[in-house]
């Protein structure tokens, strides 16, 4: 719990809502609110600026969950991406790890997490029955599933998979295993073993 360290209700409600981002402790929110008030003009106010641009004018998409300040996004409308493919994931920084790396240009669809029993999140609470609406449409040819290669990951794209079957659409999956420039005797036994059981002719 954050306790105060001043009687200045204004500061410990920022460092309060900073503790509260993702990644952020109570030191780091301290530290974070210490360096915007020492730059209240040239960091704090257009900091404030942004948030509120933000949460006024960024939405999530209707079709896919992308955020974008259209709505269906950019990559919904774009008659430049293939429109045969979708890739299913997480989350949107996973959509913009993809986009970073170019080599993706078909549609996407994020589902919002993943299942987990331990959590109580079950198939309503994320966006799978979306991805089957999706899932009938003539121009699709392939759904490549990118969930996470964790437990909960590989139990929701086997879940989506199952959800699929009755479409004549292809499900694909992320390769996994031993990444480019990774030395074996570094790499954990499930990687490795993920990577022996998903080789390939050389």
């Known amino acids: 719990m954050y306790k105060s360290p001043s009687n200045n209700n204004e500061l410990d409600?920022?460092?309060?809502?900073?503790?509260?981002?993702?990644?952020?402790?109570?030191?780091?929110?301290r530290?974070?609110?210490?360096?915007?008030?020492?730059?209240?003009?040239?960091?704090?106010?257009p900091l404030a600026n942004a948030l509120a641009d933000v949460a006024e004018n960024v939405h999530p998409c209707a079709i896919c969950g992308n955020l974008d300040v259209e709505n269906p996004c950019h990559i919904c409308t774009s008659t430049k991406?293939?429109?045969?493919?979708?890739?299913?994931?997480?989350?949107v920084?996973?959509?913009?790890?993809?986009?970073?790396?170019?080599?993706?240009?078909?549609?996407?669809?994020?589902?919002?997490?993943?299942?987990s029993a331990l959590d109580g999140v079950g198939p309503e609470d994320l966006n799978i029955s979306g991805l089957v609406e999706r899932a009938s449409d003539p121009d699709l040819k392939e759904i490549i599933i990118a969930t996470n290669a964790t437990v909960d990951g590989q139990t929701t794209a086997h879940y989506?998979?199952?959800?699929?079957?009755?479409?004549?659409?292809?499900?694909?999956?992320?390769?996994?295993?031993?990444?480019?420039?990774g030395e074996l005797d570094y790499l954990d036994d499930g990687t490795l073993t993920t990577?022996?059981?998903s080789r390939r002719p050389f």
């Open 160 to 181: 989506i998979t199952e959800q699929l079957k009755p479409f004549d659409v292809t499900v694909s999956r992320l390769a996994h295993g031993v990444p480019i420039g």
């Open 81 to 91: 991406r293939d429109r045969s493919l979708i890739c299913v994931i997480e989350d």
């Open 31 to 45: 530290r974070a609110a210490l360096g915007l008030i020492k730059k209240k003009d040239a960091l704090m106010r």
């Open 93 to 115: 920084s996973d959509l913009w790890a993809l986009e970073r790396a170019g080599s993706y240009r078909g549609l996407y669809h994020i589902i919002g997490g993943t299942l």
């Open 13 to 29: 409600h920022l460092i309060s809502l900073l503790g509260k981002i993702p990644g952020l402790g109570p030191r780091s929110a």
């Open 195 to 197: 990577a022996l059981n």
